[in-house]
Nanobody, 124 residues
Framework: QLQLVESGGGLVQPGGSLRLSCATSGFTLDSYGMSWFRQAPGKEREAVACISNRAERTDYTDAVKGRFTISRDNAKNMVYLQMDNLKPEDTAVYYC?????????????????WGQGTQVTVSS
């Protein structure tokens, strides 16, 4: 049974950092590209970052470039999102997602399985 379980969210002040983790199971992680999406209240879900199956390629939405870093540890079946210099507009539920093949970029239609999400709140 395929599972994606996010953790690491919380409340942080502007300028602070958080590291999100996604524990995966039920599939061979190193065969698939992965991504992080987020959805803020009243807004559509948007892609934040993505990574190819063996981490050769990454991509980020412009709003987080230079502040967020996506990574993965296939041996541990884990995907991570390091978020630095957080801003109030980063407040959202963050979701881990599995792609259909090794790389597909930030296009949402390419991702078929999602975790339950973890809340990130950036506020003073």
């Amino acid at each position: 049974q395929l599972q994606l379980v996010e953790s690491g969210g919380g409340l942080v002040q502007p300028g602070g950092s958080l590291r999100l983790s996604c524990a995966t199971s039920g599939f061979t992680l190193d065969s698939y590209g992965m991504s992080w999406f987020r959805q803020a209240p009243g807004k559509e879900r948007e892609a934040v970052a993505c990574i190819s199956n063996r981490a050769e390629r990454t991509d980020y939405t412009d709003a987080v470039k230079g502040r967020f870093t996506i990574s993965r540890d296939n041996a541990k079946n884990m995907v991570y999102l390091q978020m630095d210099n957080l801003k109030p507009e980063d407040t959202a539920v963050y979701y881990c997602a599995k792609g259909v093949r090794t790389w597909g970029g930030l296009q949402e239609s390419w991702y078929t399985h999602w975790g339950q999400g973890t809340q990130v709140t950036v506020s003073s």
